[in-house]
């Protein structure tokens, strides 16, 4: 199975804008970046007016921060202009009111509830008279599902699409490209995050699960590798991403796969020692690499009959869904207090985890500030919270180990060492590897 990426080459820049910026902030950097977000053969989608688009945004803003019910509102909006509002049926399908409503902050309020931030958005409207909401419109949940790495194929609308999740934080689309966000009262704008962290993970299970994969007889193998590692971090980053969107927190700790669970530092309260996961994604990268091979074999002139195709891509599919219930299982364990840990090779140890692990005095503690260009600061432990600050403990015993910390309001941290240093990264930006800008 290959996977699709839009006929685009996405520039990815970082910009950072000082403190206490704004939705007006926000505004004129979205409106600056749009018309140059994108290269090559792509039709790009009309934004808003820049006056128009800061009082969207400043509405949106706004209405984070006015719970309904106690509950704070979350929810996507399409923006298109009125004497076009068509979006093609492949990216979802509209439900227009018969009249429409005024664009307001009470309004979005009300609406809010009536969506699924994972599915749905509110679509807004506009011309030289201003705003209106003209109805919803169901995305469906694979780009969510993508985003999160749980899904290869996806759809969105190629449009003006703006996501709030919480109060503080505004993000900004171009269909599936990110524009900018408003996080907090500053303004950041798209970056590829690459996680390095996870590469050597990645690259140890791999290699542990090696005699139990089989390769592509016929696809080349800058192909089905680049796959396999793909689908390694994103199934840890599914776990973590399934957590976050629990709202509770919690804490994955990665460990050598080789040389099992220390309980001198960590003490399992619920011990389970299951390989399903493991099974699972052997069982999708094997099926996976079979149907690789159909194609290479077609392109190459030979006949593979379509039913033989056919029967193999519903094995596919049924193999991915079985992968993606046990990520979601492993991530439900982290309802229990405790951490849940798994091996480098997704073997599920267990749950419920107590660090026992103490500071070690040989190591020291910084903050990641660009892991890329290799830029840190220095830090002191008493500084984070009590499961960073667990992690940080158990990273100082244990070089091999990672752990993924959760918080309850949904930003992840990675936790490891290098040598006689201890680094912990915020914020990490856990997207689907195949998606980058998202």
């Known amino acids: 199975m ?17 403190l206490a910026s704004f939705p007006k902030e926000l505004a004129k950097i979205v409106f600056e970046r749009w018309p140059n977000m994108v290269a090559g053969d ?7 007016p820049l006056p128009l688009l800061r009082q969207l945004l400043e509405i949106c803003y706004l209405t984070a921060s006015a719970p309904e019910e106690s509950r704070y509102p979350q929810f996507n909006v399409i923006a298109l202009p009125k004497n076009d509002a068509e979006i093609p ?41 201003g705003w209106s909401i003209g109805g919803l419109f169901d995305l469906g949940t694979s780009w969510h599902r993508a985003r999160s790495g749980l899904e290869y194929r996806y759809r969105s609308p190629n449009n003006f699409f703006a996501q709030v999740d919480r109060p503080g934080r505004l993000r900004v689309y171009q269909g599936p490209y990110h524009v900018a966000s408003l996080a907090d009262g500053v303004v950041l704008t798209s970056r590829f995050e690459f996680n390095l962290v996870l590469h050597e993970v990645a690259s140890r299970g791999l290699a542990k699960m090696d005699g139990s994969i089989d390769p592509p007889l016929y696809e080349h193998p800058k192909e089905y590798e680049g796959f396999e590692f793909i689908a390694a971090i994103n199934t840890y980053a599914a776990i973590a991403n399934a957590i976050s969107m629990a709202g509770h927190g919690g804490m994955i700790v990665i460990i050598d796969g080789e040389n099992g669970l220390n309980k001198s530092l960590i003490k399992l309260k619920y011990e389970i020692g299951s390989d399903n996961l493991k099974s699972e994604f052997i ?4 099926k996976r690499h079979e149907i690789g091979d159909y194609y290479e074999l077609s392109e190459d002139g030979h006949l593979v009959p379509e039913g033989v195709i056919y029967r193999s891509e519903l ?8 992968l993606v219930e046990a990520t979601r299982l492993v991530a439900s364990l982290s309802g229990c207090d405790g951490s849940i ?3 480098d090779d997704l073997n599920l ?17 910084f903050e990641v500030i660009d892991e890329m260009q290799r830029k840190y600061k220095k830090c002191d432990i008493e500084q984070f919270g009590m499961r960073h600050r667990s992690a940080v403990k158990l990273a100082s015993q244990d070089e091999k180990s990672v ?16 040598n006689k240093k201890v680094f912990v990264k915020k914020d990490v930006n856990l997207v689907n590897m195949n998606m980058p800008w998202a």
């Open 42 to 48: 792509y039709a790009l989608p009309l934004c808003p």
């Open 341 to 343: 840990v798994i091996s």
């Open 2 to 18: 290959r996977t699709s990426t839009p006929n685009a080459n996405y520039r990815a820049q970082f910009i950072e804008v000082p």
């Open 315 to 322: 094995a596919l599919s049924d193999r991915f869904e079985a």
């Open 403 to 418: 752990a993924l910390v959760i918080s309850q309001d949904g930003p992840i941290s990675a936790v490891w060492r290098e």
């Open 89 to 129: 049926e492949s990216a979802g399908r509209m439900y227009r009111f018969s009249s429409e409503r005024p664009l307001s902050v009470s309004e979005l309020r009300r609406l809010a509830p009536a969506t699924d931030i994972k599915k749905s958005a509110i679509l807004v409207l506009w011309d030289e008279r």
């Open 349 to 365: 140890n267990g749950f419920g985890g107590e660090i026992k692990a103490e500071i070690s005095p040989e190591v020291d503690i």
């Open 283 to 286: 069982y999708y990268i094997n």
